[in-house]
């Protein structure tokens, strides 16, 4: 299911379905199993800190407690601030998040989200996420035709295996991570 997903994401920018960088984007798949006890006062405890996930696609499923939460970014434009907004359960759904990896191939067309988890006070939570990740040895770069697109690399060429590291460097201070990658020319 990951790969199908994948390959459609892939195939909407404009690559080719056969290309054998799809199936090393995924390589290894990483279950949790996380159990978030009842808290008297959730205000005062953390389920799990503000972050994006570091790979390329996470899949999660949810039970229908809640407490999963995506922070809509800040557009300015439309004079919207940044604020986090609960994505209510649905029996039988799946959550799709795009990870860090899809954000820089896709040179920031797609965008990981930045999500946290707060307990409840009335019931324990349960939330099985699937993470999906790139070979530790797997270069990530923009890719080449979107770049030429764009005029510009939004993220500059890095090991995977790199960004692990500084992802755990800066665990639950939001999408700070992606910094690592940024591009000193991108805005």
């Known amino acids: 299911m ?92 799946l959550v799709i998040n795009v990870g860090d990896m899809l954000q820089v191939l896709s040179n920031k067309r797609y965008k990981s989200a930045e999500h946290r988890v707060r307990t409840t006070n009335t019931t324990s939570r349960v939330s099985i996420p699937i993470f999906t990740i790139p070979k530790l040895t797997e270069k990530i770069a923009p890719l080449p035709h979107l770049v030429e697109k764009d005029g510009i690399a939004h993220y500059r060429e890095f090991l995977f295996a790199d960004y692990m590291k500084n992802f755990f460097g800066n665990a639950h201070e939001g999408k700070k991570s992606l910094d690592f990658a940024k591009n000193v020319d991108s805005s």
């Open 2 to 93: 990951v790969r199908k997903l994948l390959e459609v994401l892939m195939v909407n920018l404009g690559m080719k379905l056969v290309d054998p960088k799809i199936d090393a984007l995924i390589d290894k798949k990483m279950v949790n199993m996380n159990f978030y006890p009842t808290c008297p006062n959730p205000d005062l405890t953390v389920g799990v800190g503000r972050h994006s996930d570091m790979g390329t696609i996470t899949v999660l499923l949810q039970d229908g407690i809640g407490g999963l939460y995506v922070k809509i970014e800040e557009d300015m434009r439309f004079g919207k601030k940044g604020e986090w907004v609960e994505i209510t359960p649905t029996p039988g759904a």
